[in-house]
């Protein structure tokens, strides 16, 4: 399978292009107003609101015949999930919480469906509806099929008036059956951990000592005495360290998986393994900090930091969660070569995670913003590794001209993405004459330059020139970029040439006004 990357609404996509159990691991951070005031999503809407609400790149759900149709959709299907439904309609009202769950049951059926029988699915959410969404999971999945819930601590502290400060998301883990995928992973160990734990030390590094038995009465060597110490009458039988457990300078000596467990304990002792306490006689393993794994991975996740403001993999992309979180989840719930989904893809986190860990993917989003902006981030991490096709982006002039009427935004976004520049806004909302940026240098550490951008799918005249030479002087840009949907008209041209000439440190003129089509 090649990995795919669908621009397009979610529910679509999946009912059209992914077959019935196709899909090894989904994580889902849909979008979710967590910033709005809590009793807003309860209030009742009355009116109608067009369906390209949900188009925007705004993180909001609205009660309108969309989500209406949604709800009915799910209801009428008669199983479990519907009865979820009416119940929650019956306690909230037709409001916008009740709209975000019937949009989002609507998905969850199509998403346990694509899901293998050994398939795991995240969904990644906030306090604020992670209660409600468990139970309309618990329909879709069953109640046996939930593993956990994660709490991902987002964020350091926050004050707030009369209430604990809110500093964690949740991940809701469900599997589709009892034989799911999972491999072992660890997270290292804290400061605090090892200051606790690994308080010995010797010349080969830090060390805590472990037991050498385990409960239990066996009849083998495991069972015998060693160096005066019988573990039986205890109830107790000797256990020897794995050998992931020993550091990596010790080599086994000829014949050292056929010895007995004494004859084996011999030679952990003689090469300094073993320690005997001052007090007692009982002997225990010497475990060394440099070849601990650390702790495997608890349902609180407190190692993964939030992304910094200066942080290296930062986007701008409001909603972005750290890499090395979505790495956690592929590693536990996958394996290299299997298929992981995400349908709200956003800014490409969990795409690039599973590009970086070697698994296929299919990312799907509803606004070219982040289409765009996925395409760049595997373009800039893996360059032509990183292979993969686009589905639903215009590849005509047809094709762009219907994406111009139907949603001039999502036009802007997908031209912007042609040539490599940012938006620069990641909501509608006044733009001041700019659309959209680029930076550049003429030398090394030289000055910070910018490329504006303007672009227009309408009719163009020679007054969408003298703006863009206004907002150019304005900021003090180097270049501007006209994008147009028609070719440039004379006056247009004559208007550009007003403009001057840009000329690069190698002597290359380059007009500063461009008519781009």
């Known amino acids: 399978m090649d990995n795919c990357l669908y621009y397009g609404d979610n529910l679509d996509i999946l009912r059209r292009y992914i077959k019935d159990e196709s899909v090894d691991l989904i994580y889902l951070d849909p979008p979710f107003n967590s910033k709005a005031n809590y009793n807003m999503l309860f209030k009742e809407h009355n009116g109608e609101q067009s369906a390209a609400q949900f ?64 398939g795991s699915l995240y969904l990644h959410c906030d306090p604020t509806a992670s209660h409600y969404l468990k139970l309309i999971l618990d329909a879709v999945f069953g109640p046996v099929n939930f593993r956990n819930e994660i709490i991902w601590r987002r964020t350091g502290a926050h004050g707030r008036a009369k209430r604990w400060g809110p500093i964690h998301d949740v991940i809701l883990f469900y599997s589709k059956s009892a034989d799911y995928t999972w491999n072992r992973v660890y997270q290292k160990y804290g400061e605090d951990y090892v200051e606790d734990f690994y308080r010995l030390e010797d010349s080969y590094g830090k060390y805590q000592i472990i037991s050498l038995d385990e409960p239990g009465v066996r009849k083998g060597s495991s069972g015998q005495p060693w160096k005066g110490v019988d573990p039986t009458p205890k109830g107790r039988h000797w256990e020897l360290p794995p050998d992931r457990a020993l550091p990596p300078w010790f080599e086994h000596p000829e014949g050292y998986p056929e010895m007995t467990v004494q004859e084996r304990l011999s030679v952990l002792e003689k090469a300094g393994f073993i320690y005997w306490p001052p007090a007692g006689h009982v002997p225990r393993f010497k475990r060394y900090l440099m070849v601990a794994e650390g702790n495997s991975v608890q349902d609180v996740i407190w190692d993964i930091s939030p992304i910094g403001a200066q942080a290296a993999e ?32 956003g800014c490409g986190t969990c795409i690039e995670a599973s590009q970086k860990l070697e698994r296929e993917w299919i990312g799907v989003d509803i606004t070219h913003l982040a289409i765009t902006l996925i395409k760049k981030r595997l373009k800039d991490a893996y360059g032509s590794a990183a292979k993969f096709k686009v589905i639903g982006e215009p590849t005509s002039l047809r094709d762009a001209e219907a994406l111009a009427i139907s949603d001039p935004y999502q036009f802007q976004w997908w031209a912007l993405g042609l040539v490599g520049a940012r938006p620069v806004e990641e909501k509608k909302g006044a733009d001041k004459g700019i659309d959209g940026r680029l930076y550049f240098h003429e030398q090394d550490g030289g000055e910070t330059k910018q490329v504006i951008f303007s672009v227009k799918a309408g009719n163009t005249n020679a007054a969408h020139m003298r703006d863009l030479h206004g907002v150019i002087d304005r900021e003090g840009a ?22 001057g000439i840009y000329t690069s440190p190698w002597g290359k003129p380059i007009q500063n006004f461009k008519s781009s089509r």
């Open 55 to 118: 188009q925007a790149f705004e993180d909001t759900w609205t009660w309108d015949k969309s989500s209406a149709a949604a709800y009915q959709d799910v209801v009428e299907r008669g199983e479990k999930i519907s009865k979820a439904l009416i119940a929650y309609r019956s306690m909230l009202g037709d409001t916008d919480m009740l709209a975000y769950l019937a949009m989002m049951s609507e998905r969850l059926i199509e998403l346990h469906r694509v899901l293998k029988s050994t």
């Open 314 to 345: 930062r986007l701008g992309y409001p909603t972005q969660k750290p890499l090395a979180l979505l790495e956690r989840i592929i590693q536990a719930s996958s394996n290299p070569g299997e298929i992981v989904l995400d349908p709200f893809a």
């Open 478 to 499: 180097a270049i501007g970029v006209l994008l147009t949907m028609q070719e440039p008209t004379k006056p247009m041209r004559s208007e550009a040439a007003s403009g």
